[in-house]
């Protein structure tokens, strides 16, 4: 039992800490503007929230819908406000905001874990 418990709290914190870094090097990436370090989290579906615009899109419309957001913007700067793990799944959610010269936007990430421990974006909303 006791050897049960611990696979279970070490399997959890690398589980956790694999979330960590990839909020990290996600807030990174939205810091610099990089989107193409973005990118390669996006799920196969993904529920997309940018500004007006709501729909479900595949992978490859994700990225073409937020590579054009995000191409006219100057970006100075990215901060998580909140972040934290949700009841029931293995997944993590981020809000945060962007900085921009054309102004403030928030950004809410959903981000779960799939059974061989990649982490995907299944929700990005961008809000102003």
């Known amino acids: 039992?006791?050897?049960?418990?611990?696979?279970?709290?070490?399997?959890?914190s690398v589980w956790s800490g694999n979330q960590a870094?990839?909020?990290?090097?996600?807030?990174?990436?939205?810091?610099?503007?990089?989107?193409?370090?973005?990118?390669?989290?996006?799920?196969?579906?993904?529920?997309?929230?940018?500004?007006d615009f709501q729909d479900f899109l595949d992978k490859g419309a994700t990225i073409a819908k937020v590579n054009a957001f995000f191409a006219d913007k100057s970006i100075s700067g990215y901060k998580?406000?909140?972040?934290?793990?949700?009841?029931?799944?293995?997944?993590?959610?981020?809000?945060?905001?962007l900085k921009t010269?054309?102004?403030n936007y928030k950004i809410y990430m959903f981000i779960t874990t799939s059974h061989e421990g990649s982490n995907f974006i299944e929700e990005i909303k961008i809000e102003q």
């Open 80 to 97: 998580i406000i909140h972040e934290g793990k949700s009841k029931g799944r293995d997944s993590v959610y981020t809000i945060g905001t």
């Open 1 to 12: 039992m006791k050897a049960l418990m611990m696979i279970t709290l070490v399997m959890g």
């Open 21 to 51: 870094n990839v909020i990290a090097n996600i807030s990174s990436a939205l810091k610099s503007g990089n989107t193409s370090a973005i990118n390669q989290y996006f799920a196969n579906s993904v529920d997309v929230t940018i500004l």
């Open 101 to 103: 010269q054309q102004g």
